[in-house]
């Protein structure tokens, strides 16, 4: 049986429609992708090309301003009065408010106790004289009689060693007099020193006992004496400004809501040693108050001069990027070409910052800047009024 001539130029002929689908279909779906990623290399392209205007501002440096920082005020010495002496509390004659003297009587205890003891200490006392009395005759006569040889040597030491035995009996009976006529001198509690009485917790009849405030006192002592002519405040200044406080310094102190009237003081110590935990320097400063206008525990703020350090180099706070790198600037050079630079912050004013380091005096920083803006792309700056 032989082929028909045309059943191989039908094959062919479907084997070309075939391919021409084929590439019909590859031509529909690749032509669009190559049109679509020249168009995006092209819009690329253009949008590196661009050169992007943006606002920029100069870093300067600060004025220089003193240091103001919170405190509270102390008295320049307090001391919590206790009784020394066990009893009864008699007599109160100071209340808060008052002044008093050093050694003025602030309060009697009456301590009947201490009285016997120091009766029966006294008795004491006599008999042991009485006793060095008899030892020491005893010993004169047993001399006499050594020398005679009407005695041994070893009599003659009991003998002597009995004399020194009273003698040791009565110093120590004379000591424990003294030491109970002092305990008794403390039932008269006194000032000590002269200040201002600022608490009062005991009243007539109440318990008292040595090293403790006693019943009825809530164990916080029978009074509570501030000296208030001199007041120190203590302030933690911040560890970049510590160059600038020296002992003697000059400060200001203002009380709270009292800024037409400040108070002149002066720095008297330095814990000389940062806080670990605060990187701060304990500061304190003396006040005089010789009028007594200033009260303790009253919240103040004190000025202390910085003129002796450079002032820090300010820029606006919108200049800051912060993000997965650090907080960054984004600094533009003489060619008008954008740098990131890591810098670190330090106090914050609200509308600018400081910069502690990673940006130099006059350096030109773009402000609030965009994704659009990549490391070394040639921007376009719009200076605007510098950071003061």
Do not use: C
């Not at 066990?86 to 002044?99: E, H, K, L, M």
């Not at 000032?191 to 090293?211: H, K």
């Amino acid at each position: 049986m032989t082929q028909s001539p045309s059943s191989p130029r039908r094959s062919r002929a479907g084997i070309t429609i075939f391919i021409v689908i084929v590439a019909g279909l590859l031509a529909i779906g690749i032509i669009p992708r190559i049109t679509q990623k020249r168009s995006l290399a092209a819009e690329v392209s253009a949008a590196t090309d661009t050169i992007v205007s943006t606002s920029v501002s100069t870093a300067v440096r600060s004025k220089s301003e003193p240091l103001n920082l919170p405190g509270t005020l102390q008295p320049l010495h307090e001391a919590v009065v206790y009784a020394r002496s066990a009893g009864y509390v008699r007599q109160w004659y100071t209340d808060i408010g008052s002044r008093v003297r050093a050694g003025q009587v602030l309060a009697t205890i009456e301590a009947p106790e201490v009285d016997q003891q120091v009766q029966e200490a006294a008795a004491q006392l006599m008999q042991a004289g009485a006793n060095l009395s008899l030892a020491k005759n005893d010993l004169d006569r047993w001399k006499s009689l050594a020398r005679d040889s009407a005695v041994s040597q070893q009599e003659l030491d009991q003998k002597t060693a009995a004399y020194e035995a009273s003698l040791a009996t009565v110093s120590a009976q004379r000591a424990n007099v003294q030491r109970l006529t002092s305990l008794q001198g403390f039932s008269r509690v006194v000032a000590p020193f002269a200040g201002l009485v600022t608490a009062r917790n005991v009243d007539v009849g109440a318990l008292v006992s040595p090293g403790t405030s006693g019943a009825g006192t809530g164990g916080a002592g029978l009074f509570r004496v501030s000296q208030t002519d001199t007041m120190r405040v203590y302030v933690n200044v911040p560890q970049s400004l510590v160059a600038a406080i020296h002992v003697g310094q000059a400060a200001s102190v203002s009380l709270s809501g009292q800024t037409h009237r400040s108070y002149a003081g002066r720095v008297a110590r330095t814990s000389d040693a940062l806080d670990p935990s605060t990187r701060t320097l304990l500061v304190e400063v003396d006040v005089a108050n010789t009028d007594h206008s200033l009260l303790g525990g009253s919240f103040v703020q004190v000025s202390l001069a910085t003129s002796g350090m450079q002032p820090a180099i300010v820029i606006p706070a919108n200049a800051l990027l912060v993000n997965s790198a650090g907080t960054q600037v984004v600094v533009v050079d003489d060619h008008n070409i954008a740098h990131y630079r890591k810098v670190a912050v330090g106090r914050d004013y609200g509308a600018t910052v400081e910069v502690l380091s990673g940006v130099d005096e006059g350096a030109v920083v773009v402000l609030n800047p965009s994704d659009q803006i990549r490391d070394g792309h040639v921007i376009r700056p719009v200076k605007v009024a510098g950071a003061d």
